[in-house]
């Protein structure tokens, strides 16, 4: 019997954009998060517990920006067309120290925690910062993540106080195909 409160995509009929299709299928897959997703996304949060997001003009228009900002990224992660989790990337510039990516949020529905999700939205994170030109992806500790600190470890993360860190590695071969 399936789960009652899984979440299920459908694809809204101005949906043009061809970053805004999931791939369908039964395997896990992301896309980038749109406006239009308020509802589901609303859904997941509440069903990890981490609050309420109410449907009014504020919250809103809240999402609206973050999922139209482009110094973020938040996308979502579908098994067919089931949503089963989120990552929201941040970007940060400094003048003095290098470009960082932190995962602001990650959250995987109670129904689908497994380990592929979780990994999938880590291996996620880092393409996007390093696509970025990010040097450091970093993770606040929160309690009660302790499934994601077991990823976060095996990815190369090291805890720092209430933070975990890891360096991003630079892209290879296509960089160097291309001076050669």
């Given at each position: 019997?399936?789960?009652?409160?899984?979440?299920?995509?459908?694809?809204?009929?101005?949906?043009?954009?061809?970053g805004m299709q999931a791939q369908r299928g039964e395997g896990l897959h992301t896309r980038r998060a749109h406006w239009r997703d308020f509802e589901i996304v609303a859904a997941l949060v509440a069903q990890?517990?981490?609050?309420e997001l109410r449907a009014e003009r504020r919250t809103l228009r809240r999402f609206r920006h973050i999922v139209n900002d482009l110094g973020n990224d938040l996308y979502l992660a579908f098994v067919g067309e089931t949503l089963v989790g989120l990552v929201h990337i941040v970007y940060v510039r400094e003048?003095?120290?290098?470009?960082?990516?932190?995962?602001?949020c990650m959250m995987v529905a109670p129904h689908a925690a497994s380990q592929e999700v979780?990994?999938?939205?880590?291996?996620?994170?880092?393409?996007?910062?390093?696509?970025?030109?990010?040097?450091v992806l970093v993770y606040r500790s929160v309690n009660g993540s302790g499934a994601i600190h077991g990823t976060l470890s095996a990815a190369g993360f090291r805890l720092v106080g209430?933070?975990?860190?890891?360096?991003?590695?630079?892209?290879?071969?296509?960089?160097?195909?291309?001076?050669?």
């Amino acid at each position: 019997m399936p789960c009652p409160y899984t979440l299920h995509y459908t694809l809204h009929p101005c949906a043009k954009h061809k970053g805004m299709q999931a791939q369908r299928g039964e395997g896990l897959h992301t896309r980038r998060a749109h406006w239009r997703d308020f509802e589901i996304v609303a859904a997941l949060v509440a069903q990890c517990g981490a609050g309420e997001l109410r449907a009014e003009r504020r919250t809103l228009r809240r999402f609206r920006h973050i999922v139209n900002d482009l110094g973020n990224d938040l996308y979502l992660a579908f098994v067919g067309e089931t949503l089963v989790g989120l990552v929201h990337i941040v970007y940060v510039r400094e003048l003095v120290a290098p470009r960082r990516a932190e995962i602001s949020c990650m959250m995987v529905a109670p129904h689908a925690a497994s380990q592929e999700v979780t990994e999938a939205l880590v291996a996620l994170a880092f393409r996007r910062a390093r696509k970025r030109d990010c040097r450091v992806l970093v993770y606040r500790s929160v309690n009660g993540s302790g499934a994601i600190h077991g990823t976060l470890s095996a990815a190369g993360f090291r805890l720092v106080g209430q933070w975990y860190l890891a360096s991003v590695p630079e892209e290879t071969g296509s960089r160097e195909q291309e001076e050669h």
